[in-house]
């Protein structure tokens, strides 16, 4: 076999047990289907409007973007002022993989993601380098980014960036080989 198989029991209807081994790669199908899900509950808050506080639209009119490639030679560099870097996605895809370092503050599509962000910034001075990211959904799609930096600029933050994630996460940092973590 493969050397990645789980042992799965299934209990038929008659009350006979049937056991066999099965690829870990059903589980990397099941991932697939919850990340469909996850970009078409993305793409369903944006239609909907939602509880959406600002849509994106695939609008960047007046937002500062930094691309993965840039951020990682800023992270590797070992000159100039690092970054605080929030994610303002959904807590099962921070748990799974984020940029080192990163702080999860919540999906700011919600008035409580944006209360989250407001309070972790609050005392911070407005010249604080922020890198805010999301990665859920394609960027066109995704409801997390304008609200959180929107709420940053309304607070006056003037060194802001968006990671531009054209993709997912997984599409445009994680399968690239940039540093990543899973857990917390």
């Not at 790669?25 to 600002?54: D, E, P, Y």
């Not at 849509?55 to 970054?83: C, F, H």
Request: hydrophobic share 40%; aromatic share 8%; with cysteine.
């Amino acid at each position: 076999m493969l050397g990645w198989e789980n042992r799965i029991v299934v209990e038929r209807s008659d009350g006979m047990r049937r056991s066999g081994k099965w690829p870990a790669a059903l589980a990397g199908v099941a991932l697939v289907f919850i990340a469909i899900g996850l970009v078409s509950a993305c793409n369903a808050q944006n239609r909907t409007g939602g509880s959406s506080l600002f849509s994106l639209g695939g609008s960047t009119s007046g937002m500062q973007l930094i691309t993965p490639e840039d951020l990682v030679k800023v992270l590797k560099s070992a000159k100039g002022t690092k970054p605080l870097i929030l994610n303002v996605g959904p807590r099962m895809l921070f748990v799974q993989a984020h940029i080192p370092g990163a702080e999860y503050i919540g999906a700011t599509y919600e008035a409580q993601g944006v209360e989250a962000l407001r309070s972790r910034v609050k005392a911070l001075p407005r010249t604080k380098y922020i890198v805010i990211y999301c990665g859920c959904c394609p960027w066109e799609h995704c409801p997390n980014i304008q609200p959180a930096y929107k709420a940053l600029a309304d607070m006056g933050f003037k060194n802001v960036n968006a990671l531009y994630i054209p993709n997912n996460l997984g599409a445009d940092w994680v399968y690239k080989g940039y540093p990543t973590v899973s857990g917390q």
